[in-house]
C-alpha cells in the first residue's frame, strides 16, 4: 500500500524503534504511509530515522517504560501500537523484567486507554514461564500480559533475528579477527535464523490488520541450521582459517560467569563481544525453531504471505568487511 493511499492523519507508536529491529519496522511503516512516532528514552537516538519517510512522517518522542504517564503521552491518538522492546542482557536499570514483563503490560494498558485498534507485540521464539532463562520467562510473562490486557493483539514471535546491524553474525565475523580459535557453546542446538526485513514486513502486515487478532506467529527462516553449521558458515564467508571449540554447557556457563563479572566490574571496559552471560548459556540448551503447532496452524511467515529470506541472500553482503582485506579482496587477488 503505497503512501498517497493512506490517511496522513494514521499514528502508529513503535517502541524501541531505534534499535536494530526497530530501524526496518519503522522504514517499512513508513513506506506504507504511516505516521511514525518513535517512543525510547533518548529521542535524539533516533533522528537517523527521519530521513527514512517524508518530512515530519517519522518523528521521535521522549517515554520510558518505567514512567506510565510518558508511555500514556507516547499512544496518544495513536490507531496502531508496536511494541519492541527487549533486551539480552541485564545492565543498569534495564533489568528483563522491568523491560519484558512490567515494560509490555505498560504499553498494552496504554494502548488499550488512547483506543488503538491494533497491538503488535515483538516477542521470541521459546518464551516460556517455565524456563530455566530469565529471559525466556520474562518473555512469557510479557506475553500474558498484552493477552490479559488487550486480547486482540498479535504476538509475533521470531527466531534469531540476522540482518546488516546484528549481533549474530557481525559477532562471530569479529571474534574470528581477534581469536585463534571460535568457542561455540551447544553446537548442535538448532536456529532458524529469519531476516529482518521479512520481520519488519510481518509487522507492518499486523498492524494494517491483515494478521489474525489474537493469534501469536512464530518467524522463522527457511533453514534449520545448528549453531556449528552457522559458526562455519561465518567463518566461510569471511574466509578465516579459525579453527572451532566446542564447550558443554557447564563450561560454557563457568566461563560466562567470569566474562559478565568482568564486564559488571570493570563499568563495560571489558568488550561486551567477548561477554557472555549465564542467562544466554541458559538459552542455548534449547532450539530455537519454529514449533510444529505453529506451522500446521499456518502462523508462520509463510501464513502472513511472506516468502522466508535466506541467509545466503543477504549475510555474506555485510560479512565480507571481516576478510583480512574486506572490500578490496577482489582486487589484492587480481
Sequence with gaps: ????????????????????????VVAALARDGWRVRVACRRPDLAFFLQPLGKVG?????????????????????????????????????????????????????????????HLVHVSAIGADKNSSSVYARTKAEGEEAIRAAFPGAVILRPSVVFGPEDQFFN??????????????????????????GDVAQAVALAVDGRAQAGATYELGGPEVKTFRAIVEYALKITERDVKILPLSFATGAMIARVTQTL????????????????DQVEL???????????????????GLGIAPTAIEAIVPSYLYRYRKTGQYQAQRLA
Excluded: C
Design 1 to 24: 500500500m503505497s503512501a498517497d493511499v493512506k490517511d496522513a492523519g494514521r499514528i502508529v507508536t513503535v517502541f524501541g524503534g531505534s534499535g536494530f529491529i526497530g530501524r526496518h
Design 57 to 117: 512522517q517519522i518523528f521521535p518522542v521522549q517515554s520510558n517504560l518505567r514512567n506510565p504517564a510518558s508511555v500514556a503521552a507516547a499512544v496518544r491518538g495513536a490507531e496502531a501500537v508496536v511494541n519492541l522492546v527487549g533486551v539480552l542482557a541485564e545492565g543498569g536499570k534495564q533489568k528483563f523484567s522491568a523491560l519484558h514483563a512490567q515494560g509490555a503490560k505498560t504499553i498494552a494498558e496504554a494502548a488499550v486507554a488512547a483506543g488503538a485498534k
Design 171 to 196: 559477532r562471530f565475523g569479529a571474534l574470528a579477527r581477534y581469536l585463534p580459535v571460535e568457542p561455540v557453546i551447544g553446537e548442535a542446538t538448532r536456529f532458524q535464523p529469519v531476516y529482518v
Design 263 to 278: 564486564h559488571s566490574l570493570s563499568l563495560g571496559l571489558f568488550p561486551s563481544l567477548l561477554t557472555t552471560t549465564v
Design 284 to 302: 542455548l540448551r534449547h532450539d530455537n525453531v519454529v514449533s510444529a503447532q505453529a506451522e500446521a496452524a499456518g502462523l508462520t511467515l509463510e
